[in-house]
C-alpha cells in the first residue's frame, strides 16, 4: 500500500514550458486535491475532485489545469509555465467529505526560470 | 478573504516546554478541525483533529483545545521535544464543501 505517489519529485522549467505532474493513490479514496506550497502562504488550493471524471476550482486555479480519468490518478497540467508557479506540489487524497483525514503525498519541487 | 488565521507564525521553546498553536476561523459551518504536522521535505500527515462538539481532544502529548463561542482553536504541545521541530498547519473543513481551508503554518522549533 504506497499512499499517495506523486511523479517526478523534482522539475526544472523554463518560462512557457509545459508539464504534468502525477498523482496516484492507492486507497480507493473518492476525493484528490491538488495544492501549492509557497513560503509564508501556507497550503493553497489549486483544484480539487470529488469522484472519477470530476473537476473543480480551488482558491488558485489559473495558469493550471486538472484532470481525473480514473479514480486513482489525478493529474496537474501547466500548458506556459511561468516563474511565478515556482512553487512545491502537494497531492492528496481522502476516503470522501466531512470528517476524513486527507493523506498527502511527499510533494514535488518544480522551478520555472 | 482567509477564513482561517493561525498564530505565532514561527514559535521557539524549550525542550519540556509547551508549544501553544492558535487558529480562529470565521465560517461557523466549519464542523471538522485537523491540525497537519509536516517535517521538511515531506508532505504534511494528520497529527490530531476534534470536531466542535467537544471542548478538548488529548492524543499523547498533544491537545487541541476548542472555543465554539470564540471560533477559537488551539494546540498544545506538552513537554515539547526536538522531534516535535516541523511545520504544523490547522485546517477547517465543512460538510459537502469537498475541500479544506488550511491556516498559513507555524513553524515550531525546539531547542535541546
Known amino acids: 500500500n504506497a499512499g499517495v505517489t506523486q511523479t517526478p519529485k523534482f522539475r526544472v522549467l523554463k518560462t512557457g514550458q509545459s508539464m504534468t505532474l502525477l498523482c496516484a493513490q492507492d486507497m480507493n479514496h473518492e476525493y484528490m486535491y491538488w495544492y501549492r506550497q509557497d513560503p509564508g502562504m501556507g497550503l493553497r488550493l489549486i483544484h480539487y475532485s470529488v469522484g472519477e471524471g470530476t473537476t473543480a476550482k480551488g482558491e488558485v486555479p489559473d495558469g493550471y489545469n486538472v484532470s481525473r480519468l480514473k479514480k486513482q490518478n489525478f493529474l496537474l497540467g501547466l500548458e506556459s509555465a511561468a516563474p511565478s508557479q515556482t512553487s512545491v506540489y502537494f497531492c492528496a487524497s481522502s476516503y470522501r467529505d466531512g470528517a476524513y483525514e486527507q493523506y498527502f503525498g511527499p510533494g514535488t519541487r518544480l522551478t520555472v526560470t | 478573504q482567509q477564513q482561517v488565521k493561525q498564530s505565532p507564525q514561527s514559535l521557539i521553546v524549550q525542550k519540556g516546554g509547551i508549544s501553544i498553536i492558535n487558529c480562529a476561523y470565521e465560517n461557523t459551518a466549519f464542523d471538522y478541525f485537523p491540525w497537519y504536522q509536516q517535517f521538511p521535505g515531506k508532505g504534511p500527515a494528520l497529527l490530531i483533529a476534534i470536531r466542535p462538539d467537544v471542548s478538548e481532544k488529548k492524543e499523547g502529548r498533544f491537545t487541541i483545545s476548542f472555543n465554539k463561542s470564540a471560533k477559537q482553536f488551539s494546540l498544545h504541545i506538552m513537554d515539547s521535544q526536538p522531534g516535535d521541530s516541523a511545520t504544523y498547519f490547522c485546517?477547517?473543513?465543512?460538510?459537502?464543501?469537498?475541500?479544506?481551508?488550511f491556516g498559513d503554518g507555524t513553524t515550531l522549533t525546539v531547542k535541546p
Open positions: 485546517a477547517a473543513r465543512r460538510a459537502n464543501a469537498g475541500k479544506s481551508t
